[in-house]
């Protein structure tokens, strides 16, 4: 059984649910508690045992680079200062990071292609920054490494989602095999009307390498982009795909609500 040890986190996006501010300040670069919200991302994938992860990003995205790198002014000034306790009391988590420009905004599956070199022939990671999951026991990246451990299929993290928000996600038409696991017969692209289910992909994935085949094949779909569900659509054709429950409150950045929620909790 393969180990997962790499991660893709597609952090390229223009953020328009959050203008006027993305202008200037990325929204993986909005602070909680004192990190940014991209720091929790980094830190579940290290937990679920990933040891290199691969950010892309754009141009305009130098904030996300800026932040994992060393800042030796700041050491510094504050090792002049006796305050090097102000960075030691956040470390960073133990997992190399590599960076990727995405040259033009063609959606999450162009997104996640850049990844392709990267990955080689390992099973790997896919957790998008917008999610961040609060959850009691195993995090949510942990909970997909475990039921890929069981099937050594593709898996997609899925939850629960009010009708009205559902033309909002990917929603999957499965076939339930236990109480938080299904096997995915099909998966549509926010559903404008009748989707297949209330479960929706809630940004956090685990592919074979195949994966890479579709979305090598597929072509611009929903907002003239490249459809990461348009390429699990396809592999659904050919191979097996499960689907797994996500037991925890997934909280969306991009969502003001959602948001300022957090602030009060973390």
């Given amino acids: 059984m393969k180990k997962i040890r790499k991660a893709i986190i597609p952090a390229a ?31 579940e994938a290290a937990r679920a045992g990933i040891e290199e992860i691969l950010i892309v990003v754009s141009r305009n995205k130098n904030m996300i680079l800026d932040y994992f790198d060393r800042s030796l ?26 960076f990727v420009r995405q040259p033009y905004s063609e959606g999450l599956g162009d997104a996640v292609a850049l990844g392709k070199r990267f ?30 451990q069981e099937s050594n299929s593709s898996i997609i993290g899925l939850q629960e989602v009010l ?41 956090r994935y685990i592919f074979n390498p195949s994966i890479f085949t579709y979305l090598d094949k597929v072509e611009k779909g929903v907002g003239g ?6 390429a699990i659509k396809a592999l659904l054709v050919e191979e097996e795909c499960f689907g797994i ?14 948001y300022l929620t957090l602030l009060k909790i973390l």
């Fill in 13 to 43: 996006g223009y953020g328009t649910r959050n203008l006027p501010i993305t202008k200037v300040i990325p929204k993986e670069m909005f602070p909680i508690n004192g990190r940014p919200a991209i720091h929790y991302i980094v830190e």
């Fill in 225 to 230: 982009e490249i459809q990461l569900t348009d």
């Fill in 163 to 203: 009708p009205e928000y559902l033309k909002n996600y990917g929603v999957v038409k499965e076939e339930k095999i236990s109480d938080l696991h299904y096997k995915i017969l099909d998966i549509v692209e926010k559903p404008k009307s009748s989707p297949p289910s209330n479960l929706a992909v809630t940004g």
């Fill in 119 to 148: 990955v080689g022939n390992e099973p790997f990671a896919v957790l998008l920054p917008d999610d961040i999951f609060l959850c009691s026991n195993a995090g949510a990246l942990e909970q997909l490494v475990d039921a890929y």
């Fill in 245 to 258: 429950n996500i037991q925890g409150k997934r909280y969306d950045i991009g969502s003001a609500k959602d």
């Fill in 73 to 98: 002014e700041l050491e510094t000034f504050l090792e002049k200062n006796n305050k090097q306790h102000l960075i030691e009391e956040v470390p960073f988590p133990n997992v190399h990071i590599q």
